[in-house]
Nanobody, 117 residues
Framework: DVQLVESGGGLVQPGGSLRLSCAAS????????MGWVRQAPGKEVEWVSW????????AYANSVKGRFTISRDNARNTLYLQLTNLKTEDTAMYYC???????????RGQGTQVTVS
């Protein structure tokens, strides 16, 4: 079974930084696109970013472009999201996805909470 376990969230002041991690198991990580999505209270799920299987290609939502960086370590089966220059509107539960995250069918983990205040 696909297992995705996010960590690294927390409370941070505006302008601060966090690094989220996602430990993956149960599938061939190095062969899979991976992504991040987020959901703020009362709002729909928002796609954030994806990375190709070998990390050579990435994409970002306009709302985070230039502030967030997605990366992966295929030797450790781990996905990362570096968040910088955080804004209050970045407050949300962040989920990693197997696949780009652009489909609602992409498996996701339980999430890690990021609060910017």
């Amino acid at each position: 079974d696909v297992q995705l376990v996010e960590s690294g969230g927390g409370l941070v002041q505006p302008g601060g930084s966090l690094r989220l991690s996602c430990a993956a198991s149960g599938f061939t990580f190095r062969s899979s696109f991976m992504g991040w999505v987020r959901q703020a209270p009362g709002k729909e799920v928002e796609w954030v970013s994806w990375i190709s299987s070998l990390g050579g290609s990435t994409a970002y939502a306009n709302s985070v472009k230039g502030r967030f960086t997605i990366s992966r370590d295929n030797a450790r089966n781990t996905l990362y999201l570096q968040l910088t220059n955080l804004k209050t509107e970045d407050t949300a539960m962040y989920y990693c996805t197997k696949g780009s995250g652009l489909s609602s069918q992409d498996p996701r983990g339980q999430g890690t909470q990021v609060t910017v205040s």
